[in-house]
């Protein structure tokens, strides 16, 4: 079975341009995450979606990031404008709540630098 | 506010060499205690959940147990290939979903 799948794997942008990510979460999930993690650090959550809806995006710096998750599966995540202090890793997870299930499946990870 | 801290920031083995990771917490209700692990440039890859203190989890050389305000990972006889990084997580009890991470614990294990 194929696990969380995100594009691209690596992003070099200048300072000011957009940037976006694109996560597959693993087939019947029905909750998907976007969480960020700094070099050292723990992932950090930016939002969270079950199924369409976004119930959780209090983290997300919202005058600049954006997300939308289509039909319940795909997801984006967006950046506009990229600042220098949003260098780091951009993690997908994806997990299935219900039945006493909680752990969350999570991608590669699109790892971006800002110059 | 609630944090998870994880000791040490950083421990290295010789092949063989047992020890333990430990996952501090203080959230007001636990929902549930997750392990991961993360290799370079990869993502966090899930090991185990603990629901309740006293429980305890085992695959190959790791074993997880649960208190009332910590958690330990046990690396038994620590092979070369258990090198990575270690993440706790917690998921408090009303916060359906959202997992607060620790920094991790770096291990690295030497022939």
Known sequence: EAGVVQSPRYKIIEKKQPVAF?????????????????????????????????????????????????????????????????????????????????????????RLTVV | EDQVTQSPEALRLQEGESSSLNCSYTVSGLRGLFWYRQDP???????????????????ERLKATLTKKESFLHITAPKPEDSATYLCAVQESDSWGKLQFGAGTQVVVTP
């Not at chain 1, 969480?35 to 919202?62: F, H, M, T, W």
């Not at chain 2, 440039?41 to 695959?59: I, N, Q, R, V």
């Open chain 2, 41 to 59: 440039g990869k993502g966090p890859e899930f090991l185990f959940t603990l629901y309740s203190a006293g429980e305890e989890k085992e695959k």
């Open chain 1, 22 to 110: 694109w996560c597959n979460p693993i087939s019947g999930h029905n909750t998907l995450y976007w969480y960020r993690q700094n070099l050292g650090q723990g992932p950090e959550l930016l939002i969270r979606y079950e199924n369409e809806e976004a119930v959780d995006d209090s983290q997300l710096p919202k005058d600049r990031f954006s997300a939308e998750r289509l039909k319940g599966v795909d997801s984006t995540l967006k950046i506009q404008p990229a600042e220098l202090g949003d260098s780091a890793v951009y993690l997908c997870a994806s997990s299935w709540l219900g039945m006493g299930h909680t752990e969350a499946f999570f991608g590669q990870g699109t």
